[in-house]
């Protein structure tokens, strides 16, 4: 009796008389059982993570990625352990023994964006974070890693500003709606503001909330109110301070020009709406204007120059940061 052709395939290709179709079926079972490992896997990583920087418990939310970054501080760069989630972003430090003994500093995604930062002699593999709160530089390993982090942050920081309608300020924002990136003070020998100012022992350092530049007390006395990173006064340097009145007294201006419908009657044809018949007939046609719009010169007021006591900066030194894996997740 002769065989069929898919006789003659079962008894020659496939091994143990397997159809392709038991084997096609057999291959999706196995990436089906896979990728539920992976899931399980994932759970149990954000759950771990949520855990450890006492985030709310939150069934949405899940761990993309986890590392270690150097982050570069006002005094001296430092490693801070990253955690990706679909909607945060978080660092933290003093991992000791899987335990967290500082407060995790937290940002939403959808206020988040990145920009690069190329390579200058032992600095490479950087890129900027920033966020209307707080920006900053961090340094990856390789550059594998530093493209990774940024991809991923870059598309689901997008994916979080299309769920919550919510977008990052763009660079032609205003002054006031920017948070800088800090300058090290080891960047800073003088004053980046009057540049006759020394920095020693005396002459301490401080920090523009607003430029980020390294300034003198004499060139920062002045306080503003930054309402993306802070709703009290703030330190400011005198650059950042005339910015930033020029920009409210045109913003004060723009206030006070009511805006004009060219469909509403003025006040000199509502008048005349308004007036008898008898009086309207003694009206003076002579092409002079009978009602003209009072003068209005409006007073900006601007904010006193007050000098309050001043600042000095803070240095706070905690554990060393200590932390065994750097792992992503897909």
Request: hydrophobic share 35%; net charge positive; charged share 20%.
């Amino acid at each position: 009796m002769d065989s069929s052709p898919a006789d003659a395939f079962d008894q020659n290709s496939a091994p143990n008389n397997v159809s392709p179709t038991a084997a096609v079926q057999s291959g999706q079972m196995k990436s089906t059982d896979l990728a539920g490992r992976l899931e399980e896997t994932r759970t149990r990583e954000t759950i771990a993570a949520q855990n450890l920087l006492n985030l709310p418990p939150n069934p949405n939310q899940k761990l993309l990625a986890r590392g270690l970054l150097m982050k570069i501080c006002r005094k001296k760069p430092k490693y801070r352990t990253f955690f990706l989630f679909n909607d945060i972003l978080v660092y933290t430090s003093n991992i000791v023994y899987g335990k967290s003994f500082s407060e995790p500093t937290i940002f939403p995604l959808e206020e988040v964006s990145i920009k690069n930062v190329n390579d200058s002699g032992i600095f490479r593999n950087g890129f900027i974070i920033q966020t209307p709160r707080k920006s900053f530089t961090v340094y990856a390993t390789i550059a594998d890693e530093k493209r990774r982090w940024m991809e991923g942050i870059q598309f689901y920081a997008n994916e979080a500003q299309k769920r919550t309608g919510k977008f990052y300020p763009q660079p032609d924002a205003s002054v006031i709606q920017k948070c800088p990136v800090w300058i090290p003070n080891s960047e800073a020998m003088c004053c980046m503001v009057c540049l006759d100012t020394e920095f020693t022992v005396v002459q301490r350092r401080h920090h523009c909330r607003n430029c980020g530049r390294v300034v003198c007390g004499k060139c920062s006395q002045y306080r503003w109110v930054l309402p993306s990173q802070c709703p009290n006064q703030v330190r400011v340097c005198a650059d950042c301070h005339e910015k930033l009145r020029a920009e409210q007294l045109a913003e004060k201006a723009k206030a006070h020009q009511a805006p004009t419908d060219p469909l509403r009657p003025t006040a000199g044809v509502a008048a005349l709406q308004a007036m008898p018949p008898s009086s309207a007939a003694s009206i003076n046609h002579s092409g002079l204007p009978e009602f003209a719009p009072p003068s209005w010169n409006p007073k900006l007021l601007g904010d006193s120059d007050d000098d309050p006591h001043s600042e000095s900066s803070s240095d706070i030194s905690g554990l060393a940061d200590q932390i065994a894996d750097s792992r992503y997740l897909r």
